[in-house]
């Protein structure tokens, strides 16, 4: 079993849906949970960072984790063409790099 | 602020020709300095990583090495370069004992 896992997609969404992207693990060490957003043929940025289980919200995005069900998600309302990219977990455990998952590549039609 | 630096942002090799691939950090000191490869429908694979000077951890064995030859600089390269060697390279940093790692524009390299 990968450490990390997510849906590569693509999904394909209406402008003004609510988007929902996850992903699984399996490494319960896992203790920070970050999501981050590449358009293409760019680097990945930080979109949001959550320490342990529970919600964070930012403006129209909101990151979930259930360190019961080793589950993360990202909730995007509303959603713009301009949040068309790939969204890529990723995790931490303080001991080794940030393990990525492989992305989800959304495309929000106009 | 910090920012980080990589080139080429594209290059086009021939199979068997060197590969040296340069990415500078500014604004801090004492980074951990990171070198990703992406290809399609594999997400990001992590393939060497430097807490500091001259000490680099490789996480694939492969056709490729890595250098920290100054504090701030991380090199990427390869004697002879394969067609599997082909994808998008990203070079990344973070702060010593911090979670975030803030990544490069990218190289895209195609070996034909």
């Known amino acids: 079993q990968k450490e990390v896992e997510q849906d590569p997609g693509p999904l394909s969404v209406p402008e003004g849906a609510i988007v929902s992207l996850n992903c699984t693990y399996s490494?319960?060490?896992?203790?920070?949970f970050m999501w981050y957003r590449q358009y293409s043929r760019k680097g990945p940025e930080l979109l949001m960072y959550t320490y342990s289980s529970g919600n964070k919200e930012d403006g129209r995005f909101t990151a979930q984790v259930d360190k019961s069900s080793k589950y993360i998600s990202l909730f995007i309302r509303d959603s713009q063409p301009s949040d068309s990219a790939t969204y890529l977990c990723?995790?931490?455990?303080?001991?080794?790099?940030?393990?990525f998952g492989k992305g989800t590549r959304l495309s929000v039609i106009a | 602020s910090q920012t980080i630096h990589q080139w080429p942002a594209t290059l086009v090799q021939p199979v068997g020709s060197p590969l040296s691939l340069e990415c500078t950090v500014e604004g801090t000191s004492n980074p951990n300095l990171y070198w990703y490869r992406q290809a399609a429908g594999r997400g990001l694979q992590l393939l060497f990583y430097?807490?500091?000077?001259?000490?680099i951890s490789s996480e694939v064995p492969q056709n490729l090495s890595a250098s920290r030859p100054q504090d701030r600089q991380f090199i990427l390269s390869s004697k002879k370069l394969l067609l599997s060697d082909s994808g998008f390279y990203l070079c990344?940093?973070?702060?010593?004992?911090?979670?975030?790692?803030?990544f490069g524009q990218g190289t895209r390299l195609t070996v034909v």
């Open positions: 490494n319960s060490a896992f203790q920070y």
């Open positions: 990344a940093w973070s702060r010593q004992a911090d979670t975030e790692a803030f």
């Open positions: 430097s807490v500091g000077i001259g000490q």
């Open positions: 990723a995790l931490y455990s303080g001991n080794t790099p940030l393990v």
